[in-house]
T-cell receptor, first 116, second 116 residues
Framework: KQEVTQIPAALSVPEGENLVLNCSFTDSAIYNLQWFRQDPGKGLTSLLLIQSSQREQTSGRLNASLDKSSGRSTLYIAASQPGDSATYLCAVRPIAGGTSYGKLTFGQGTILTVHP | DAGVTQSPTHLIKTRGQQVTLRCSPKSGHDTVSWYQQALGQGPQFIFQYYEEEERQRGNFPDRFSGHQFPNYSSELNVNALLLGDSALYLC???????????????FGSGTQLSVL
């Protein structure tokens, strides 16, 4: 059974600091891994999607890496801003025949607070 | 271009009652997935609908059922509500691709269900 774990559960940093969020998964048989952002009481916004054959993806101040063999991914946020405050979730799309395409397995999230 | 819309945004029910949640997918999308997110947890996959049929299901009891209409909108029904069903229910839509591993999900803002 695929399990996804995110560390730390919560993180508080001053504005301008660079930070790293961690995600680990137990089964390396995945198609891809996604990082999402969720604001309080809201839905999920996709930030970055990394295919299993890729090592990293970048979008603006965000950089996500993937080491499928070790079951790890990191999300790097450069020059953090108060507007980055949110919950960050990682999710994997498992490989299991032809029936798992619709299912994402999520971690529990990291609550990020960036204070001025 | 409207994104994924869900209704209602908030709902309060009592134990034993039944509830129906609604989702309209993003324009051009034909597949709808439902997720349950308990407080402080990552979303859990409930099921996915495509071509008006349930295509895949997570570990949820039969009290959870759904439907997809010809216009691709979807409903989630929960019978005999339990206190533990209190959660944010998220709908995600996508466009079917034969290579479904690259399918990108777009999430709605969710319905917050409270069971008293």
């Amino acid at each position: 059974k695929q399990e996804v774990t995110q560390i730390p559960a919560a993180l508080s940093v001053p504005e301008g600091e660079n930070l790293v969020l961690n995600c680990s998964f137990t089964d390396s048989a995945i198609y891809n891994l996604q990082w999402f952002r969720q604001d309080p009481g809201k839905g999920l916004t996709s930030l970055l999607l990394i295919q299993s054959s890729q090592r990293e993806q970048t979008s603006g101040r965000l950089n996500a890496s993937l080491d499928k063999s070790s079951g790890r991914s990191t999300l790097y946020i450069a020059a953090s801003q108060p507007g980055d405050s949110a919950t960050y979730l990682c999710a994997v799309r498992p490989i299991a025949g032809g029936t798992s395409y619709g299912k994402l397995t999520f971690g529990q999230g990291t609550i990020l607070t960036v204070h001025p | 271009d409207a994104g994924v819309t869900q209704s209602p945004t908030h709902l309060i029910k009592t134990r034993g009652q039944q509830v129906t949640l609604r989702c309209s997918p993003k324009s051009g999308h034909d597949t709808v997935s439902w997720y349950q997110q308990a407080l402080g947890q990552g979303p859990q996959f409930i099921f996915q609908y495509y071509e008006e049929e349930e295509r895949q299901r997570g570990n949820f009891p039969d009290r959870f059922s759904g439907h997809q209409f010809p216009n691709y909108s979807s409903e989630l029904n929960v019978n005999a509500l339990l206190l533990g069903d209190s959660a944010l229910y998220l709908c995600a839509s996508s466009l079917f691709r034969r290579d479904r591993k690259n399918e990108k999900l777009f999430f709605g803002s969710g319905t917050q269900l409270s069971v008293l």
